[in-house]
């Protein structure tokens, strides 16, 4: 059987509040395969922002533990989990969250310059992601310039552009009309078929988790189901 | 780089950021390039004019002073003895003839010829080698020989600026001028000497000592000072102990007592000089650097509002993958490319500065490529120390919550 991409046991986040403590994982224990396409779900609360922090590395659990890609990443240092996410997560932010004072391509070229790569061959790769999600005739167009849509995908050439073991969308429609919407998910579902990609994805709307194949719902800080969409 | 875009974005705060860095390096960019044209100046133009090289001047008191010599010794200059003739005569009796030896006295007197009159003429009475010792070169006719000055001929040489106020167009060469009532023949024009700090060094008339001319710039016999050229230093300073010995003793001087008369030399001025440019780079680098202290507070708070504002930003760069020390490099580039930037524009208001002073005042101006040099590296300086602190903060933001900040 092949490694899980993801494997999480016994996770845990717990944040002090006022003089308190507040438990906002307590304990999850998840396992993702590569090439799934899992929708995390649950209410506000629940703790899915923390356990997609976690599982992004911007953050480290309190206790627990965490495999990404084999490797334990639930003990690293700032700056080995700095690389990890350049190297193996692929983010997409509600919110966009591109440069807004640099085009399109340097946007997309950003992780490529934290990764250290010479300039030719980033803006090489740059391109190249900025293609596959159809936008190779807007690469010196600045935010400003583009749609949300087109935002959106140059969020997603830029969550590419290392080739990631996980892309991690984080409510990708959220800030999109319902045809846009659907724009933006066909190129989800298109990568994670003919590139094999994994994606986990969360979010709060019963019609997005739709695309996925499989749903991970959480309540109070644990998993409460984990259901395959039936074929 | 992103930096440069940032900047132009934010003009304002860019250009307040920019001042303290612009104006410390301004002033030391003009003060520098000023202060090292009166230095050339003084040295080569100034010392040399006044006073000639290796040249001493035996005065009654010093002629220049550095700073209020104080009532009481004033009083005392008042109260040493005059120069007389005779202490020439001693003084070019006691040294060997390859040295230059003559008396200058002088005074503002009246000049008129017809009906133009002027009322501020320098007029000197002279001895014969006066004008060699200063280096004047006749122009027109030649100057007064030993028998003339025997025979206490009332003839005068005159500057160039006389010449052609009294006689514009004309050859003055055996012609009159009355100066402070009495009739001189001129017998010669000196070359144009030229002026310092705007003053015109062609304004004068010099006549023998012993000619009508002894009336009008001293008592009987006195005179305002014997000048000694050597032909070397060695030979000057060997000379002034020389002139100082037979001055004492000539003076009636006892061992313990001080000098009562001063031995002059152009090193007088260019060490009064000294002192005045050594006050100046003095408080130079204190104006320098009060200005960079503030400029790179103003920095500094820029730059941390700067991070406040772009929190959300450094959590996308580092969900990117940037490190700390990505980010730290990131912001010090920016604080140091507003700093150098300040400079540079300083650099080049310095010297347009420099270049104002010199047009409206006869003050000269020297560029000095040590300073722009120093210059630019305050100028980066400035920017890394004023950032460290803003770019560290940035660095150690926490991504979530950098990523939720709006």
């Given amino acids: 059987m092949s490694e899980p991409v993801i494997r999480t046991v016994g996770l845990t986040r717990d944040y002090p509040m006022g003089g308190e403590t507040v438990r906002a994982l307590r304990g999850v224990d998840l396992e993702i395969q590569p090439n799934e396409y899992v929708a995390i779900m649950g209410p506000s609360g629940s703790g899915k922002s923390t356990l997609m922090n976690l599982i992004g590395c911007l953050d480290t659990p309190t206790s627990g533990q965490y495999w990404l890609a084999g490797t334990e990443v639930s003990r690293m240092t700032d700056d080995e989990l700095a690389r990890v996410r350049n190297r193996q997560i692929g983010f997409v932010f509600q919110t966009f969250n591109l440069l807004p004072r640099a085009t399109a391509l340097h946007n997309v070229e950003l992780p490529l310059v934290y990764a250290g790569l010479p300039a030719r061959e980033r803006r090489r790769q740059a391109e190249q992601a900025l293609a596959s999600v159809g936008l190779g005739d807007r690469m010196e167009h600045r935010p400003a310039e583009l749609s949300g849509g087109q935002r959106q995908r140059v969020a997603i050439a830029r969550a590419l552009v290392t080739e990631p073991s996980i892309i991690l969308a984080d409510e990708p429609t959220g800030n999109l009309d319902s045809t846009t919407s659907e724009e933006i998910m066909k190129i989800l579902e298109e990568l994670h078929r003919t590139r094999g990609q994994t994606i986990v994805m969360v979010t709060h709307e019963a019609d997005i988790a739709r695309h996925a194949e499989r749903v991970v719902t959480l309540h109070d800080g644990v998993v409460s189901s984990d259901r395959l969409k039936a074929a | ?406």
């Fill in chain 2, 1 to 406: 780089m992103l930096a440069l875009g940032t900047i132009r974005a934010q003009k304002l705060k860019s250009f307040f950021s920019l001042i303290g860095a612009f104006i410390g390096v301004m002033f030391l960019i003009a003060v520098v390039s000023i202060v090292k044209g009166m230095d050339k100046y003084v040295q080569e133009d100034f010392a040399a004019k006044i006073f000639g090289i290796n040249t001493f001047t035996v005065n009654r008191r010093p002629g220049v002073q550095f700073g209020n010599p104080g009532d009481a010794t004033r009083r005392a200059w008042r109260r040493r003895p005059q120069l007389y003739e005779d202490d020439f005569h001693a003084i070019r009796a006691a040294l060997p003839s390859d040295y230059l030896v003559a008396i200058e006295s002088s005074n503002q007197a009246e000049g008129v010829v017809g009906t133009k009159h002027s009322a501020y003429i320098q007029v000197s009475g002279v001895s014969e080698d006066l004008f060699k010792i200063r280096d004047y070169r006749i122009a027109d006719g030649r100057i007064f020989t030993p028998e003339e000055i025997n025979h206490s001929a009332n003839v005068v040489v005159i500057g160039t600026d006389v010449a052609d106020s009294f006689f514009t167009g004309e050859d003055p060469v055996g012609r009159t001028i009355r100066i402070a009532g009495f009739p001189y023949t001129v017998i010669g024009v000196v070359e144009k000497q030229g002026n310092v700090f705007g003053f015109s060094l062609d304004r004068f008339a010099i006549a023998p000592y012993t000619s009508e001319i002894k009336k009008v710039v001293n008592p009987h016999k006195v005179v305002d000072g014997i000048i000694v050229k050597a032909q070397s230093d060695a030979m000057m300073k060997a000379a002034m102990d020389r002139v100082e010995g037979l001055m004492r003793s000539r003076h009636h001087l006892r061992p313990q007592e001080d000098d009562d008369f001063h031995l002059d030399t152009q090193e007088d001025v260019l060490s009064f000089w000294a002192k005045i440019s050594k006050v100046l780079y003095t408080a130079l680098p204190l104006l320098v650097g009060v200005s960079l202290v503030v400029g790179g507070i103003v920095i500094m708070n820029i730059m941390l509002m700067a991070v406040a504002e772009r929190t959300r930003e450094i959590g996308v760069r580092k969900s990117l993958g940037a490190r700390r020390r990505d980010i730290l490099a990131q912001f010090l580039v920016e604080a140091a490319t507003l700093s150098t930037t300040g400079a540079a524009l300083g650099i080049l208001a310095g010297l347009g500065l420099a270049r104002l002073v010199k047009a409206v005042s006869p003050l000269p101006m020297g560029v000095s490529p040590l300073s722009i040099v120093l210059g630019i590296a305050l100028g980066i300086g400035v920017g890394v120390i004023a950032g460290v602190y803003p770019a560290s903060r940035a660095a150690k933001l926490d991504p979530v919550a950098a990523l939720r900040f709006e």
